[in-house]
């Protein structure tokens, strides 16, 4: 560990601190909130656009955005959008990726 002896070195040891904290709960706080609602659903094989955004705190609009944008792989059922579980989980993990950064 660096060792800080002035006061701009005090400030900066303490941002660096208050990031790690910061990183370190947002991690944890995606974590659990994933698992708790991918969890939940595990038994379904497709989810509506509504279900996917509620299981990763995104809005109708975000879900739209990605699946347009082709970030997110959607099939339909007629004209409706659905994500196959395959997606969810492929999503959840891209998740977990980002968290470790």
């Known amino acids: 560990m660096k060792e800080y002896n002035t006061r701009e070195?005090?400030?900066?040891?303490f941002i660096d601190l208050f990031r790690s904290i910061i990183k370190e709960y947002t991690n944890e706080a995606i974590e659990d909130y994933v698992?708790?609602?991918?969890?939940?659903?595990?038994?379904?094989?497709?989810?509506?656009?509504k279900e996917f955004g509620e299981m990763?705190?995104?809005?109708?609009?975000?879900?739209?955005?990605?699946?347009?944008?082709?970030?997110?792989?959607?099939?339909?059922?007629?004209t409706t959008p659905l994500i196959h579980r395959d997606e969810v989980e492929r999503f959840k993990q891209k998740l977990q990726r980002q968290k470790r950064v």
């Open 56 to 78: 990763f705190g995104l809005s109708k609009n975000a879900v739209k955005g990605r699946y347009r944008r082709g970030t997110l792989e959607v099939y339909y059922d007629g």
């Open 35 to 49: 698992d708790k609602h991918v969890k939940d659903r595990n038994n379904k094989e497709y989810y509506s656009i």
């Open 9 to 13: 070195e005090n400030l900066e040891m």
